[in-house]
């Protein structure tokens, strides 16, 4: 089974057992986090869409570790000017490990029987 998750402004395909590097979350290492924003849950015939999200759908994950990402260099010039510069930046992230994914079954809607209304006689 697996779910899709919004995290950072990102949509996730997520799996039990799976780890992930999430934008940097504001939580300690070893810390446990609660996903409320399930887009989708399910496999197969049995996926259940939101709209937009599921209310008695949730993931949870374990913060496993933090860092910075690779270092993405920008440079920025404008020719014949003798202008260059030359600048980076490193993303932070959070690493995750999917810990459960979890549903509650709403409960069948009983449907009261209809009763027969009663004809009345025009004398």
Request: overall charge positive; cysteine-free.
């Amino acid at each position: 089974m697996y779910a899709i998750i919004k995290s950072g402004g990102k949509q996730y395909r997520v799996k039990k057992g799976e780890k992930l590097k999430l934008e940097k979350l504001d939580t300690e290492i070893g810390k446990k986090i609660v996903f409320d924003e399930v887009l989708s849950v399910g496999e197969g015939a049995d996926l259940k869409i939101g709209t937009p999200y599921l209310k008695d759908a949730k993931v949870e994950a374990k913060v496993i570790d933090e860092g910075k990402s690779k270092k993405i260099e920008v440079i920025k010039f404008k020719r014949r000017k003798n202008y260059k510069r030359n600048f980076g930046h490193r993303q932070q992230y959070s690493l995750v490990e999917i810990t459960n994914i979890s549903v509650k079954k709403a409960p069948a809607k009983k449907v009261p029987a209809k009763k027969a209304a009663a004809k009345k006689e025009e004398k």
